[in-house]
């Protein structure tokens, strides 16, 4: 079978280089072997939260100058960076998934970051959240004095007692009220159902998030936010904004433990975009076996298809971190499974990780040498029609600087540029 591209891995950047390349008119499949980091996603994008140093960010545009060249964003430039950012709300927008910032943007235009409330009931830096995600213009003044938390009677995994206690630390007085739902009732009968996305399946019918939210509504007594679990809008996000209009207050919603319900709404309308445009996916495949002949990638075969490889004129590998299984870390080596790329960690295996749990974490710094292009090598050598994009790319600590989403957004923009222009 014969593609122009073929792009393996089906996450956030996969999918957001795919239906660029397709809705440019170039044939596209993706081979998606599983889960992809949205489904863990907290429903907010991070573009650049703080430099590696720790010094905070609040306008990432401006703080791009502050990083090492190595770093995917000076590879792509402020030029383009400006200009990737700026496209972001309404690509996604095409795509049906809506995405607000915390603000207008500052001075100049740049984007600045606003804070979400975690499950944990902590304030974390983002730049885009989607439909149910609020995100704050400061981490530090609250603007109500009394909040409302409201559970799922028996559902572990939403704690509101996490974020009462960091509400609490913030001044805001909370109260937390459990209700119940006779559906979701029945899902307690099996502890698997009784999961986020088991709930937000449960709340599609127009009877169950209208009783609950006739409930919450009676239990409000002049608090002026209400908190509720992400598990609603699954199918459709206009639920969330009926919620809002039922009960009488503020109302936000803040993540559960994984899945995540607006990553997964995120992954399905991104693949349906992909889809919709002409592109094929193959879900449940894995890319294997690939045939690299003078500097350049010839086919790759997946597990399903067997003997039937697929060919194209460029590759581009957006198979994760070591999360993804992009990455495999062996006693002292890391390595790139699919094409054995060079790779970049340090050689002492005691730095690759701190024993403190919130410490910096070198690990997540580990990825796939590129040069300027995001053009891979294996043993030295540059591969001429295979790029890499995503949290596999190396250069940067996206997990501690909070640039999960910006890189592979950036990245997978970028690459399918490089490829349209190369034609
Ligand atoms: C648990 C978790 C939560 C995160 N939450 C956030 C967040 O809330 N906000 C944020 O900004 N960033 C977040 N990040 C950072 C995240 O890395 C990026 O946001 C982004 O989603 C990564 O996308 P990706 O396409 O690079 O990789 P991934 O999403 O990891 O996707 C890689 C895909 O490649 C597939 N794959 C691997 N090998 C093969 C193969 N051989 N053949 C075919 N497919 C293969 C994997 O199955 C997977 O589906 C999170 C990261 C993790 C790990």
Redesign the pocket.
């Known amino acids: 079978m014969r593609f122009d591209t073929i792009i ?8 957001v280089c795919g239906i660029r390349l397709q809705r440019a008119g170039k044939k596209c499949v993706i ?8 489904h ?7 573009l650049l939260g703080r430099l590696i140093d720790g010094t905070e960010v609040s306008e990432p545009l401006k703080a791009l100058s502050f990083l090492p060249e190595s770093h995917p964003y000076s590879k792509i430039g402020v030029e383009k960076m400006t200009e990737y950012i700026a496209e972001v709300p309404s690509f996604f927008e095409s795509c049906g998934v809506r995405l607000h910032p915390s603000q207008a943007p500052g001075e100049g235009g740049f984007p600045v970051n606003g804070y979400r409330i975690t499950p944990m009931g902590s304030l974390k830096p ?1 730049w885009l959240a989607m439909d149910e995600v609020t995100l704050l213009p400061s981490k530090d003044n609250m603007p109500w004095h009394k909040a409302l938390i409201v559970n799922f009677s028996g559902f572990l995994d939403f704690n509101a007692g996490f974020i009462a206690e960091g509400l609490s630390r913030r001044g805001v007085e909370c109260r937390v009220e459990p209700v119940s739902i006779a559906d979701v009732e029945l899902l307690r009968k099996n502890p698997t159902e009784m999961r986020s996305v088991g709930i937000a399946r449960v709340m599609t019918k127009e009877g169950n998030w209208k009783e609950f939210g006739s409930k919450v509504r009676e239990l409000v007594k002049g608090e002026e936010l209400v908190i509720l679990p992400e598990v609603f809008g699954l199918g459709d996000p206009v639920i969330i904004q009926w919620l809002r209009e039922m009960i009488p207050a503020e109302v936000m919603f803040v993540g559960t433990m ?1 899945p ?1 319900v607006p ?1 997964i709404r995120a992954q399905i309308r991104l693949k349906k975009a992909f889809e919709a445009a002409g592109g094929t996916f193959l879900q449940g ?4 076996d690939p045939l690299v002949e003078e500097g350049r990638v010839v086919s790759i075969h ?1 597990v399903n298809l067997g003997n039937l490889s697929l060919t194209a004129d460029y590759f581009v590998l ?4 070591l ?4 990455l495999e870390a062996a006693p002292s080596k890391v390595v790139e ?2 094409f054995g790329l060079d790779t970049d960690f340090p050689a002492d295996r005691s730095a690759w990780c701190d024993e403190d749990f919130f410490a910096r974490q070198e690990y997540a710094g580990f990825g796939v040498v590129c040069d300027q292009s995001f053009r891979p090598s294996i043993g030295g050598r540059r591969i001429g029609n295979l790029y890499v ?4 790319v190396g250069g940067c600590n ?2 501690y600087e ?7 957004i950036m990245t ?1 923009m970028n690459v399918a540029d490089s490829i349209l222009e190369e034609r």
Request: proline letters at 4%; aromatic letters at 6%; glycine letters at 26%.
């Open positions: 393996i891995g089906g996450g956030l950047s996969s999918l081979v998606s072997a599983g889960q992809n980091a949205l863990f996603s907290s429903g907010t994008f991070g983002g994984p995540s990553g495949d894995t890319a294997v997946t957006a198979s994760g971190h999360f993804g299984k992009g499974p699919v994009i995503g949290s596999e996206s997990l909070g640039s999960g989403a910006g890189v592979a997978a």
